[in-house]
Nanobody, 121 residues
Framework: QVRLVESGGGLVQAGGSLRLSCAAS????????MGWYRQAPGKQRELVAT???????NYADSVKGRFTISRDNAKNTVYLQMNSLKPEDTAVYYC???????????????WGQGTQVTVSS
């Protein structure tokens, strides 16, 4: 059993910053890619940023230069530092983790429960 716990969402004014965290716990052997996605009302879920086990990162064009993804492998945690936030960044943010668990030879993909980020103008 694996659990993802997200934190750090909230309400912030445009231009402000927030830091999201997502901690994975349970019978984890190793973690491959970790990432953040978001879904705004009436829109499809979209990729925000991903980071591989070797720390290679990938960002959506809309957040490049403003958001930074990082991970702490010792804590099985992925972070998303969001700076210069804009009203269009308002969405529910979900973490996504691809990992190996005890007793399973192939990786399994997990989603967090989501955390609301609201940016006021």
């Amino acid at each position: 059993q694996v659990r993802l716990v997200e934190s750090g969402g909230g309400l912030v004014q445009a231009g402000g910053s927030l830091r999201l965290s997502c901690a994975a716990s349970g019978s984890i052997l190793s973690i491959n890619a970790m990432g953040w996605y978001r879904q705004a009302p009436g829109k499809q879920r979209e990729l925000v940023a991903t980071i591989t086990s070797s720390a290679r990162t990938n960002y959506a064009d809309s957040v490049k230069g403003r958001f930074t993804i990082s991970r702490d492998n010792a804590k099985n945690t992925v972070y998303l530092q969001m700076n210069s936030l804009k009203p269009e960044d308002t969405a529910v943010y979900y973490c996504n983790v691809d990992l190996f668990v005890v007793g399973r030879p192939i990786p399994i993909n997990y989603w967090g429960q989501g955390t609301q980020v609201t940016v006021s103008s």
